[in-house]
Structures are given as structure tokens and as C-alpha cells.
């Protein structure tokens, strides 16, 4: 286990490592991009946070972060196939969305508290998302299916 009763990476203190492989769901036309140079300008982003072994977990959309409520909570889940995440607003920080950079099904702009969406993941892979409007800011996550 690892810092916050997390599963461990198997990367030393202080050291992330590179999702490639098996782990990297990489689509045509998209660059091969790793989780660490993805997540580099997230702010609130420190491990993967291990939620395997469950059926529906959540991340906050609009959670304090890049400047503001920027950002998503925990922005980089680990999560085992077969798991619903579901993305829910919190009413900060403006509009959001969840957009996913393969492409796949996104959810739509809102700015409403308590809004929500979900997406099961059920193919092994690293899964790339941000919000449209707050890219730049840094407002990134992924999904990790182990």
C-alpha cells in the first residue's frame, strides 16, 4: 500500500511512471502520450488514486485546482474493468464538460450543480479527458482500467 492507503505504483518516492503499453489506449491520429507528461500542468495531481475492486466510483467536476475550480477529483483513477465512473458537478468554476481525447462519448457543457455523467469502462487501457474550455489551464484527468 501506498501513501493514503493506495495500492502502490511501483515507482519510488516521488516518481511517476509512464502508462505505455498494455496500459496506454492509443487511437489512430492521436500522439503516444504518457499519463506523466499528460498530467504534468494538473496542479492537484500527485499518484493515481486506486479505486479497483468497485462497481461505480465518482470524481468531482469543478473541484479546486489549477487556479480555481479547475480541475477534476481525484483527477487520475486506476479503477478494474467493468467499473462505472460518473462525473459530478459541483457548480464552480463555470462550464464543464468531460472530453475525451480518443474521441469516444463526451458528456455536454454544463455549469449546473449536480449534474452527472457516467461512463463504463470496460476494455483495459489509459483513458485521456479534460474539460474543453479549461484545457490550457490544466484541467486534465484519466482513467486507468487494470
Known amino acids: 500500500?501506498?501513501?493514503h492507503g493506495q495500492r502502490g505504483t511501483g515507482y519510488g518516492p516521488g516518481q511517476r511512471g509512464t502508462m505505455m503499453g498494455p496500459h496506454y489506449r492509443q487511437t489512430p491520429g492521436q500522439s503516444t502520450t504518457s499519463l506523466e507528461s499528460w498530467m504534468s500542468d494538473v496542479d492537484n495531481y500527485t499518484d493515481i488514486v486506486d479505486r479497483t475492486g468497485r462497481t461505480q466510483v465518482?470524481?468531482?467536476v469543478g473541484a479546486t485546482g489549477n487556479g480555481g475550480n479547475f480541475?477534476?477529483?481525484p483527477?487520475?483513477?486506476r479503477v478494474s474493468?467493468?467499473?462505472?465512473?460518473r462525473w459530478e458537478w459541483t457548480g464552480q468554476g463555470g462550464t464543464h464538460d468531460v472530453a475525451f481525447v480518443d474521441g469516444s462519448r463526451s458528456s455536454r457543457l454544463t455549469a449546473t450543480a449536480g449534474a452527472s455523467f457516467e461512463r463504463?469502462?470496460?476494455r483495459i487501457g489509459t483513458y485521456l479527458y479534460y474539460c474543453t474550455p479549461h484545457r490550457t489551464l490544466g484541467m486534465k484527468g484519466a482513467v486507468v482500467v487494470e
Do not use: K, L, S
Request: proline content about 15%; overall charge neutral; hydrophobic content about 45%.
Open 1 to 3: 500500500m501506498g501513501p
Open 58 to 60: 465518482a470524481v468531482a
Open 71 to 73: 480541475a477534476y477529483d
Open 75 to 77: 483527477p487520475v483513477i
Open 81 to 85: 474493468p467493468g467499473t462505472t465512473v
Open 120 to 122: 463504463r469502462f470496460g
